[in-house]
C-alpha cells in the first residue's frame, strides 16, 4: 500500500516538472498533431508526379499517343527533349524516366515488326524504379493495343487485369502514414522523457535524495513508466481521435480500444528501455546520443518505412527485438485489417516480455549505476 | 582609507521584478572605489540580484546602474568594461566545468580575455600556489570539495586583473583555515592592485569585520552603510552579528531571542549512531580512514574539517547511500541497510549541494517529502505549514526553489529533512550561506528537538559559534579523525581560546611540515590584453571554447565513440536492411479454371523472384480470412473457361486482390504484376505464331546507374547523409542548454566572449568529429559494402563539410531555443528524425512529396547534401553539376547560425 502510494506521489511529481517546461510540452503537442499532419499527407503515392522525358524520334501520331498516355498523378507532363540532352537531364536528377522512342515507331509496328523502345531508368530512385517501369510497360502495351485495334483485325490474343485493393481501396498513403508516425512518435516520446528524466534526477542529486527516503529503486522506475506512459497514451488517444480520424479522415477499420491496450503494452516496453538507457548513459549527452542511435533503426526497420519481408533475413531477426517491431505489425493488423485479439495476441505476447526484460535490465543496473555518481 | 575616489558604482532608483515578487524596490546606492565593500542582509533580500546587475549579467529592469563609469544598460558599455569586471556567481562551482581540471579551467578564462600562453602559464601558477590549490592541478573540478571548488572560482575571477571584482558569498561552505586563505590572498592581490575594488555579498559576520564599507540591505532596501566600527557605534553592540540584528527591523527581530543551550539531561542513554572502523576508497585514494565515533540518542555532535577531509562521503556511508569499504555504520545498533525502509523513516539527511526538486514549488516539495515518508494524510497539510512557519517559508511557498536564494534554498532542504520527525538528523552543512537570524531560528530547533523528543543530529558545519552549541565535537583532517570531546574541553587541551584558533592549531599539525607558505609577492605580470580584448570577434576567444568543448569532448571518449562505432553500425544495419526491391512476397491463386493455360498464368508468376507461393485458395472466404491475417499480400483468381475465353479471343479478366494495409508495398506488388502480366501477353502473342504477322513493340529497359537495382549502391549513399545528420545535430544539442541547465552559462554573461563566437566555439570541435565520421563511412562504403565512388572524392567531402556544418548548427539552434536537456534532445529528435527520414528524398524522390513536407524536403540541408552524395557515389559527378546543391548548403550554414545568435542573450532576463 505505502509503496503504492510512492508510486503515485513520485509520478505525480514527474507529471509537474513536465508541466514546468512550456517547450517541451510544445514539441509534444507538435509531435502529436502537426507532425503527423505534416508526415502523413507529404507521402506520395509510390508512383506520383514522377519526372518523365521523351526522346520521340518517330515523331508520328502513335508516338504522340503514347506520350499523352502518361498522365498526372502518376507522372509529371513528359517532356520532350533531344537525344543530346538526355544523358544530362538524368545525370543532374531532373529526370527519373526517359523513354526514346525510334525512329519509324510507327511504320515498324504496323507492320508488323516488334520495334524495340528504350526505357532508361534512374535506378538510384530505387522506390519508384520498379514500379515506374511496371506503369510504362503496361501503359505502353495497352496503348499501342488499341491503336492497332483501328488499323488490324489479327490481334494477339488478350487478357484483361483487374487488379482491386483490400482494406485501403486508393492506395491512400496518408491512411498508412498517419498511424505509423503516431506509433514513431510514441516510441520517440516515451523513451525520451524516461530516459531523460532519470538523468536529470541524476545530474541534479534528486535521485540520491530519494534514495535516502524509505523508496526503492523498483517504485521509483514504475512511476516513471505510469507517469510517462499515462501523458504519451493520452497525446495517442487524443490524436487517433482528433488528427488521423478527426482531420485526416482516415478510416479505422478495427478496434480502437484494442489499439489502446496495446499502445500501453508498447509504452510499458518503451518506457522501460528508456530508464534501462538512463542506467546505462552517464550524462544527458551521452544519453541523447544513445536514444538517437536506437531510434534511427526503430523507424526506420520496424516495418513502418519499408515492409520487413524484404529485409535481410538477420536484420529481420534483430528487428524482433525492439518492441516497434511488433507494435507496428499489430497496428496494421488492428487498424486497417480488422484483427481482433485472436489474431494479434503473438505480438501482444512479445511485446510484454521484451518490456519486462529491460524492466529488469534497468532495475540491476539502477543501484550500480548510484554507486558511480556519488 | 585611499583618498576618495569616484565610485566604482552608482546605482538610481533600481527595480527588479520577478514575476509577483519585487526582488530590489528602487535602491539607490554608491559603492566606493578602492576598498572592499560588503554587502550584508538576510536570505532573500536582493543582494545577489544586485550584484548581478552590477556585473551586467542581468538585464537592468529599471533605474539606472553606472559601473566604472558608463551606463549598464549600453551594451557597448558593457562590452567595454566587461573585461574589466569578475564576478563569481553564488554556488559552489557553479561558472565552472565538472570535467575539465583546475588547470584547464583557469586556462579557459585565461584565454576568454586573451591572454597569450607564457602570461596564462605565469598566472595560473600564482593563482594556484596562493590557493594551495597547486597540488590538485591535475583533479577535475567536478570532484573538488565544495570550499576547494569556491577557491578555485576565485582564481578564474581573478585571472585578468579586475578593476572590479564582485563575490557573491564566496566563502559559503569553506572551512576556517581556507577562508583564511582566501581572504589573504585578497588582501594580497588588493596591494599590489590597490586600484581594484572589491564588493562581496557575506553571510559570515567575522568577514565583514574586515572590509573597509558595509552595505546592510533589507527588504530589497538599503537599511544602512558604513565601516563596521560606525555601524558597531550607531548600534551600540560589541559584535557585527548583533549589530546586524539590531539593524533588522522590528517585525524580524522580535522572534529573535538569544540563544540558551540546555544542559542534556544526564545518565547513560543508547548509542544511536556508531560508527566503527569505517573506511572508504574510491581506487587508490582513501577518502575515510578507520573513523570511529559513538553519539548518544539526544546529542548534538558536530563535525568539523577542511574542505574535503571526507566529512560528506561519512554522512553518506551512515545513510547508507554509499557502501562502506571496510568497517561498519550502525543506527540504533543495526548495521545500515541500504534495503532497510523502516530504518530510512527514522532518518533526516540534508546532502550540501541542493537536491530538491527546482522545477516543483517550495510547497509541492514539501508535501511530496511528507508524502514519500508516509506522513498520515490528515497531517500533511498541518506539517507543511508547521514547517513554513518555522524556516519563514510563508512568503515564497508558491514560487520554484531555483528563482530562490541560496539561504532560502538550504532553509527548504532543512525543513525538508525534518518534516517527518526523524529520530535521527544527518546534516551535511546546513547552515551553510543562510544568515545569521535564521541560523539562531535553526538551531533553536535543533535543540528543541534534541532536548525535548531526544532527536540525535550529526551536523557538519564551518560556523566555529555553531560547533560551540554542539555538545561534543570531532575534528576531521584527510579522512582521519584528529580528536573528539567538547568544544570547551578541545581548547583546553590546546589551551587557546578560541575554537577557531583551536582548530586551526589541530589542522596545522597535522598538515605538518606541509603547511603552505603564502606565496611570494611576486608582481602580477602586466596585463598586456587590452589589445584584444576591444575587439568585437577573436579568435582567440572562439578557440577558447573550441578548446574546452574538445577537452570535455576528449572526456567522455564513450561519447565519441559511439557516435562512431553507432554511426557505423546503423549504416550497415539500414544499409542492408531498407531493401526498397520488395521481394518475398507471398501470394495465393484461385485458379477456378485448372487448365494447362491457367496454369501457365501461375507458373509465370510463380517464376518471378518477387513472390513466394502459398497453398492455393479454395472460395473467396478463405481469401478474405488469409488476407486478412496477413498471410498473404495477394491473392490471384483465373476466372472459369480462361483458357478457352483466350483462345476463342474474348478478353477474360484476371482478378488481383492486393493488400493495401502498407501502400507502398502494395503500390510495388502492383507495379509487379502489370509487368508480368504484360510480359505474359507479349510471350502470348510470340507463341501464337498462327498469325505471326502481328506483335506488340518491345520495352528495353535500362536502369541507369545501378544497373542491377541494388537497393544497397542505391541506399549507402543516402544512409550516410541521415546518418551525419542525426548524429552531429545530437552531440550539438546538449552544448548550450547544458550549460543553461547547470549555470555555467553565467561565463557567456560576464566575460567578453561574444554570442557568435561562443556558438562557432562550440560547433568547431563537432565539426571536426564528424567529419572523421563522415571519412570513415565513406570508407566503410567503399570498402566494405563495395559501393563504387564514381565521382569526384574532394566534392564529397567538400559537401560532407558544408553538410555538417548545418546539422551541427541545427543541434545547436534546439539548443539555445529550449530550456532543459529533455526538451532538446527532444525537440532534435523531432526536427531531424522525420526530415531526414521522410522528406529528404531517402525513400521519396523530394520532386514527388506534397504539402508541408514537400516544402522542408526543398529546403532541408538532408535533400541537398543527398543529392550530392548519389551524384558523387552512383553517377560520377562532381562541383560544377552539382553547383546549387552545394551553394543551398552554403546559404543554410549562416541562416541557422544568425538564427541561434539573435535566440541566444548576453544577459540573464
Redesign the interface.
Known amino acids: 500500500m505505502?509503496q503504492l502510494?510512492?508510486i503515485f506521489?513520485?509520478g505525480?511529481?514527474e507529471l509537474?516538472?513536465l508541466q514546468?517546461?512550456p517547450?517541451?510540452l510544445l514539441?509534444?503537442i507538435?509531435?502529436f498533431t502537426l507532425?503527423i499532419?505534416?508526415?502523413a499527407?507529404?507521402?506520395?503515392?509510390?508512383?506520383?508526379?514522377?519526372?518523365i522525358a521523351v526522346v520521340d524520334e518517330d515523331r508520328s501520331p502513335l508516338s504522340a499517343r503514347l506520350i499523352d498516355a502518361f498522365q498526372s498523378p502518376f507522372f509529371r507532363t513528359p517532356q520532350r527533349i533531344e537525344l543530346s540532352e538526355m544523358d544530362h537531364g538524368?545525370?543532374?536528377?531532373q529526370y527519373?524516366f526517359t523513354l526514346n522512342i525510334p525512329p519509324d515507331?510507327q511504320r515498324?509496328?504496323l507492320a508488323?515488326?516488334?520495334?524495340?523502345?528504350?526505357?532508361?531508368?534512374?535506378?538510384?530512385?530505387?522506390?519508384?524504379?520498379?514500379?515506374?517501369?511496371?506503369?510504362?510497360?503496361?501503359i505502353?502495351?495497352e496503348e499501342?493495343?488499341a491503336f492497332?485495334r483501328h488499323y488490324?483485325a489479327?490481334?494477339?490474343?488478350?487478357?484483361?487485369?483487374?487488379?482491386?485493393?483490400?482494406?485501403?481501396?486508393n492506395?491512400?498513403?496518408s491512411?498508412?502514414g498517419s498511424v505509423m508516425?503516431v506509433i514513431?512518435q510514441i516510441t520517440?516520446?516515451s523513451i525520451?522523457?524516461t530516459g531523460?528524466?532519470l538523468?536529470?534526477e541524476r545530474?541534479?542529486?534528486?535521485i540520491?535524495?530519494?534514495?535516502?527516503?524509505?523508496?526503492?529503486p523498483p517504485e521509483i522506475m514504475l512511476a516513471k513508466v505510469w507517469s510517462m506512459g499515462l501523458v504519451v497514451l493520452l497525446a495517442t488517444a487524443l490524436s487517433l481521435l482528433l488528427v488521423v480520424q478527426g482531420w485526416l479522415q482516415v478510416p479505422i477499420a478495427g478496434s480502437l480500444p484494442l489499439f489502446l491496450c496495446g499502445a500501453l503494452l508498447h509504452l510499458f516496453a518503451t518506457t522501460s528501455m528508456g530508464i534501462f538507457f538512463g542506467t546505462i548513459a552517464?550524462?544527458?549527452?551521452?544519453?541523447?546520443?544513445?536514444?538517437?542511435?536506437v531510434?534511427?533503426?526503430l523507424?526506420?526497420?520496424s516495418g513502418g518505412?519499408?515492409?520487413r519481408?524484404?529485409?535481410?533475413e538477420?536484420?529481420q531477426q534483430?528487428?524482433l527485438v525492439a518492441p516497434t517491431t511488433h507494435f507496428v505489425?499489430l497496428a496494421?493488423?488492428i487498424l486497417?485489417?480488422?484483427?481482433g485479439f485472436s489474431?494479434v495476441w503473438p505480438q501482444f505476447l512479445a511485446i510484454i516480455t521484451i518490456g519486462a526484460l529491460f524492466f529488469a535490465g534497468a532495475l540491476l543496473r539502477f543501484?550500480k549505476t548510484?554507486?558511480q555518481i556519488? | 582609507m585611499s583618498a576618495p575616489a569616484a565610485p566604482v558604482a552608482q546605482l538610481q532608483d533600481v527595480s527588479l521584478q520577478y514575476g509577483k515578487t519585487c526582488a530590489l524596490k528602487a535602491v539607490s546606492l554608491e559603492i566606493p572605489a578602492q576598498c572592499m565593500v560588503g554587502l550584508i542582509g538576510p536570505d532573500g533580500v536582493g543582494k545577489s540580484s544586485l550584484l548581478a546587475l552590477i556585473a551586467g549579467a542581468r538585464k537592468i529592469h529599471s533605474g539606472q546602474i553606472e559601473v566604472l563609469g558608463g551606463d549598464m544598460v549600453s551594451r557597448a558599455h558593457r562590452r567595454q568594461v566587461c573585461p574589466h569586471i569578475a564576478y563569481m556567481p553564488q554556488g559552489l562551482g557553479k561558472n565552472l566545468y565538472p570535467t575539465l581540471s583546475v588547470i584547464e579551467n583557469l586556462d579557459f578564462f585565461a584565454r576568454l580575455f586573451g591572454q597569450g600562453e607564457a602570461e596564462r602559464k605565469t598566472r595560473i601558477a600564482e593563482l594556484l600556489r596562493s590557493t594551495g590549490l597547486s597540488e590538485f592541478g591535475e583533479r577535475p573540478a567536478g570532484k573538488l570539495s565544495g570550499g576547494m571548488k569556491q577557491k578555485l572560482g576565485l582564481c578564474c575571477a581573478l585571472i585578468h586583473d579586475p578593476d572590479l571584482l564582485i563575490l557573491d558569498e564566496p566563502t559559503t561552505g569553506v572551512d576556517p583555515l581556507s577562508r583564511n586563505q582566501f581572504w589573504e590572498l585578497i588582501e594580497r592581490i588588493r596591494r599590489q592592485r590597490p586600484q581594484m575594488s572589491v564588493l562581496v555579498a557575506t553571510a559570515y559576520m567575522e568577514e565583514a569585520e574586515r572590509f573597509d564599507h558595509l552595505l546592510a540591505i533589507d527588504d530589497g532596501a538599503v537599511l544602512a552603510t558604513g565601516s563596521p566600527a560606525e555601524l558597531l557605534q550607531r548600534t551600540q553592540c560589541t559584535s557585527l552579528e548583533e549589530a546586524f540584528i539590531a539593524l533588522m527591523p522590528e517585525a524580524k527581530r522580535q522572534d529573535h531571542k538569544q540563544l540558551v543551550i540546555p544542559p542534556r539531561p544526564a545518565g547513560e542513554q543508547e548509542i544511536a549512531i556508531e560508527a566503527r572502523d569505517l573506511s572508504m576508497r574510491f581506487g587508490d585514494f582513501v577518502a575515510v580512514d578507520h573513523v570511529g565515533f559513538r553519539i548518544e540518542r539526544g546529542e548534538i555532535f558536530g563535525f568539523l574539517g577542511s574542505n574535503g577531509c571526507g566529512k560528506t562521503t561519512t554522512m553518506?556511508m551512515l545513510?547508507?547511500?554509499?557502501?562502506a569499504s571496510e568497517g561498519q555504520a550502525l543506527l540504533f545498533g543495526q548495521v545500515v541497510n541500504?534495503?532497510d525502509?523502516?530504518t530510512?523513516?527514522r532518518?533526516g539527511?540534508m546532502?550540501q549541494?541542493?537536491?530538491?526538486?527546482?522545477?516543483?514549488s517550495v510547497r509541492?516539495n514539501l508535501v511530496?517529502?511528507a508524502?514519500?515518508?508516509?506522513v498520515p494524510a490528515t497531517e500533511i497539510a498541518g506539517r507543511v505549514t508547521a514547517m513554513a512557519e518555522r524556516f519563514s517559508l510563508g512568503s515564497v511557498m508558491e514560487q520554484?526553489p531555483e528563482r530562490l536564494p541560496l539561504g532560502i534554498r538550504q532553509r527548504l532542504s532543512l525543513a525538508v529533512a525534518v518534516i517527518h520527525k526523524p529520530e535521527i538528523l544527518i546534516l551535511d552543512e546546513p547552515t551553510s550561506g543562510v544568515d545569521p537570524i535564521a541560523r539562531d531560528v535553526f538551531w533553536q530547533m535543533m535543540l528543541d528537538l534534541s532536548r525535548n523528543d531526544g532527536v540525535t543530529i550529526f551536523i557538519s558545519t564551518h560556523f566555529m559559534n555553531e560547533a560551540l552549541r554542539c555538545d561534543r565535537i570531532s575534528l576531521m583532517h584527510a579522512g582521519k579523525v584528529l580528536d573528539s570531546d567538547t568544544p570547551k574541553a578541545l581548547m583546553a587541551k590546546r589551551g587557546l581560546p578560541t575554537l577557531e584558533a583551536t582548530f586551526i592549531a589541530y589542522l596545522q599539525d597535522a598538515v605538518g611540515e606541509k603547511a603552505q607558505q603564502p606565496a611570494p609577492e611576486a608582481a602580477a605580470p602586466a596585463a598586456q590584453t587590452n589589445t584584444l580584448k576591444r575587439k568585437r570577434f577573436s579568435l582567440l576567444r572562439l578557440f577558447s571554447y573550441t578548446r574546452r568543448e574538445a577537452l570535455e569532448l576528449r572526456r567522455?571518449p564513450?561519447?565519441g565513440s559511439?557516435?562512431l562505432l553507432?554511426?557505423l553500425?546503423?549504416l550497415f544495419?539500414?544499409g542492408?536492411?531498407?531493401?526498397?526491391?520488395?521481394?518475398?512476397?507471398?501470394y495465393a491463386v484461385l485458379d477456378r479454371d485448372q487448365t494447362t493455360t491457367s496454369q501457365a498464368?501461375a507458373l509465370n508468376l510463380a517464376g518471378s523472384r518477387y513472390f513466394i507461393e502459398q497453398a492455393p485458395l479454395r472460395d473467396y472466404d478463405e481469401l478474405?480470412r488469409r488476407?486478412?491475417?496477413?498471410e498473404i499480400s495477394l491473392a490471384v483468381e483465373i476466372p472459369a473457361n480462361?483458357g478457352r475465353d483466350?483462345?476463342r479471343?474474348g478478353?477474360?479478366?484476371?482478378?488481383?486482390?492486393?493488400?493495401?494495409?502498407?501502400?507502398?508495398?502494395?503500390?510495388?506488388i502492383?507495379?509487379?504484376?502489370?509487368?508480368l502480366?504484360?510480359?505474359?501477353?507479349?510471350e502470348?502473342?510470340r507463341k501464337?505464331s498462327a498469325?505471326?504477322?502481328?506483335?506488340?513493340?518491345?520495352?528495353?529497359?535500362?536502369?541507369?546507374?545501378?544497373?542491377d537495382?541494388e537497393?544497397l549502391n542505391?541506399?549507402v549513399?543516402a544512409v550516410i547523409p541521415?546518418?551525419l545528420m542525426?548524429?552531429p545535430a545530437?552531440?550539438t544539442?546538449?552544448g548550450v542548454v547544458?550549460e543553461k541547465?547547470?549555470g555555467s552559462i553565467i561565463n557567456l554573461y560576464v566575460t567578453p566572449v561574444t554570442r557568435l563566437e561562443f556558438l562557432l566555439g562550440k560547433q568547431l570541435p563537432y565539426i571536426a568529429l564528424g567529419m572523421l565520421n563522415f571519412v570513415l563511412l565513406v570508407i566503410a562504403a567503399v570498402w566494405v559494402f563495395d559501393v563504387p565512388l564514381k565521382g569526384s572524392l574532394l566534392a564529397l567531402l567538400t559537401g560532407g563539410l558544408l553538410y555538417i556544418s548545418c546539422a551541427t548548427a541545427m543541434g545547436l539552434l534546439m539548443s539555445t531555443?529550449?530550456?532543459?536537456?529533455?526538451?532538446?534532445?527532444?525537440?532534435?529528435?523531432?526536427v531531424?528524425?522525420?526530415p531526414a527520414?521522410?522528406?529528404s528524398g531517402l525513400?521519396?524522390?523530394v520532386?514527388?512529396?506534397?504539402?508541408?513536407?514537400?516544402l522542408?524536403?526543398q529546403i532541408y540541408p538532408t535533400s541537398h547534401f543527398l543529392?550530392i552524395s548519389?551524384?558523387v557515389f552512383?553517377?560520377a559527378?562532381g562541383f560544377t553539376?552539382l553547383y546549387s546543391y552545394f551553394m543551398a548548403l552554403l546559404i543554410t550554414i549562416p541562416v541557422l547560425l544568425a538564427l541561434c545568435t539573435s535566440l541566444l542573450k548576453k544577459q540573464e532576463a
Open positions: 505505502e502510494a510512492n506521489h513520485l505525480l511529481k509537474r516538472s514546468r517546461d517547450a517541451l514539441l509534444i507538435w509531435a507532425g499532419i505534416t508526415a499527407t507529404s507521402m506520395p503515392e509510390s508512383l506520383h508526379n514522377a519526372s538524368m545525370d543532374s536528377g527519373t515507331f515498324d509496328v508488323g515488326h516488334s520495334p524495340a523502345i528504350q526505357l532508361n531508368v534512374d535506378a538510384t530512385q530505387v522506390s519508384m524504379a520498379f514500379t515506374g517501369a511496371g506503369y510504362i510497360q503496361m505502353g502495351a499501342v493495343s492497332l488490324r489479327d490481334l494477339p490474343q488478350q487478357a484483361a487485369l483487374a487488379v482491386r485493393v483490400a482494406f485501403n481501396p492506395l491512400t498513403r491512411w498508412f508516425e514513431n520517440m516520446l525520451i522523457l531523460a528524466a538523468i536529470r545530474e541534479h542529486g534528486t540520491e535524495h530519494l534514495l535516502v527516503m524509505p523508496v526503492t552517464r550524462s544527458m549527452p551521452q544519453l541523447g546520443l544513445l536514444i538517437i542511435l531510434l534511427i533503426p523507424q526506420i526497420l518505412t519499408t515492409p519481408e524484404s529485409m535481410p538477420l536484420v534483430i528487428m505489425d496494421q493488423a486497417y485489417r480488422g484483427a489474431t543501484r548510484l554507486a556519488s | 553518506k545513510t547508507g547511500l554509499l557502501p541500504a534495503r525502509m523502516a530510512r523513516k532518518v539527511y546532502s549541494s541542493f537536491s530538491l526538486y527546482a522545477e516543483l509541492q511530496l517529502h508524502q514519500l515518508f508516509h520554484l567522455d564513450i561519447r559511439m557516435a553507432g554511426s553500425l546503423l544495419i539500414i542492408y536492411g531498407i531493401s526498397l526491391d520488395v521481394e518475398n512476397l507471398t498464368y478474405d488476407m486478412r491475417s496477413g480462361f483466350l483462345k479471343g478478353v477474360p479478366q484476371i482478378g488481383m486482390w492486393l493488400d493495401g494495409a502498407m501502400p507502398m508495398r502494395a503500390e510495388t502492383k507495379g509487379y504484376v502489370m509487368g502480366h504484360a510480359g505474359y501477353l507479349q502470348l502473342a501464337d498469325s505471326t504477322r502481328s506483335s506488340l513493340p518491345t520495352l528495353e529497359v535500362r536502369y541507369r546507374y545501378n544497373p537495382v537497393s542505391a541506399m549513399p541521415l546518418l542525426l548524429i545530437m552531440l544539442a546538449l547544458r541547465e547547470l531555443f529550449t530550456r532543459s536537456q529533455i526538451a532538446a534532445v527532444f525537440g532534435t529528435a523531432i531531424t528524425l522525420i527520414i521522410q522528406f525513400i521519396y524522390p520532386a514527388s512529396l506534397e504539402g508541408f513536407g514537400a522542408v524536403g543529392i548519389r551524384g552512383s553517377k559527378l553539376e
